[in-house]
Every structure is written in structure tokens, then in C-alpha cells.
């Protein structure tokens, strides 16, 4: 799973601070929430999902 959702494969990111753009073809996926993520940004994109 690591070696699959990299840049350049899953999604593309312009800026550190932007927006990824979604590579893949699939029509869902699973997102995966690393423990570094801010917490704002967590809630606003994913709604707190723990």
C-alpha cells in the first residue's frame, strides 16, 4: 500500500500547502489518515473520522 499512494502515482501536489490532485482511475478509495495531519484540516476534509 505505501509504494502505491505516492506522488506522482496516486496524486500530484504542486504546493506543500495545496491541494492534491487524484491520479487514480478508481471511482471510490479508501483514505487513509496519517497521524500528522493538522487537526483542522482533518476535520474539515474527513469530519473527524476517528
Known amino acids: ?6 506522488p506522482g502515482v496516486a496524486y500530484k501536489l504542486a504546493a506543500a ?9 478508481a ?3 479508501l483514505v487513509l489518515n496519517t497521524s500528522d495531519t493538522p487537526a483542522g484540516r482533518k476535520e474539515s476534509e474527513f469530519g473527524d473520522p476517528l
Do not use: D, F, I, S
Not at 500500500?1 to 505516492?6: A, E, I
Not at 500547502?17 to 482511475?25: T, V
Open 1 to 6: 500500500m505505501q509504494r502505491v499512494l505516492v
Open 27 to 29: 471511482a471510490k478509495a
Open 17 to 25: 500547502q495545496g491541494e492534491p490532485a487524484g491520479l487514480l482511475k
